[in-house]
């Protein structure tokens, strides 16, 4: 977050950019992917809990 891509710029899957403006850092290995995946699926689990609450 806060890693500005300046237009144009491609990076390949897989990679971690850090930076302003962005640049490639390294590759993130298969651990690193699930991990984030699996935060992200936390972070709607997050808000359907949340939606449920307010009813």
Do not use: H
Request: hydrophobic residues 40%; without cysteine.
């Amino acid at each position: 977050a806060g890693s500005v891509v300046t237009k144009g710029k491609k990076f390949p899957p897989r990679s971690l950019i850090l930076g302003n403006p962005a640049k490639f850092v390294r590759e993130l290995n298969d651990e690193e992917i699930s991990f984030l995946k699996q935060s992200a699926l936390n972070y709607v689990d997050f808000k359907n809990e949340f939606l449920k609450d307010l009813q």
